[in-house]
């Protein structure tokens, strides 16, 4: 039963990674602001895009990794190994 389980898991983010592995080039640099809880203009700024550009990356990578919602975003991110890059603590954007 765990070699089961653990094949499944093992699976699953085989298949993250490649879901991963087929955003765009510029797609890939918005996870770690966003995961990191940054909101989006700070982000887009941070990034050097515009936010309407932001906004429509966050939109093809939350449709290409298949994340539900911003928590499974994050798992997700976290299971990729992409790190929390920012803080939302006061004075650290």
């Not at 203009?41 to 093809?60: F, V, W, Y």
């Amino acid at each position: 039963m765990k070699d089961r389980k653990k094949r499944s898991e093992r699976a699953e983010l085989s298949e993250l990674r490649h879901r991963y592995l087929e955003l765009a080039r510029r797609e890939r640099k918005v996870p770690p602001p966003v995961v990191s809880g940054l909101l989006n203009k700070p982000a887009a700024s941070g990034l050097a895009i515009s936010e309407a550009t932001l906004q429509i990356h966050r939109r093809n990578v939350i449709q290409k990794i298949a994340a539900a919602s911003l928590a499974d975003r994050v798992l997700k991110a976290e299971r990729l190994g992409i790190p929390i890059t920012h803080s939302r603590r006061a004075g650290e954007y």
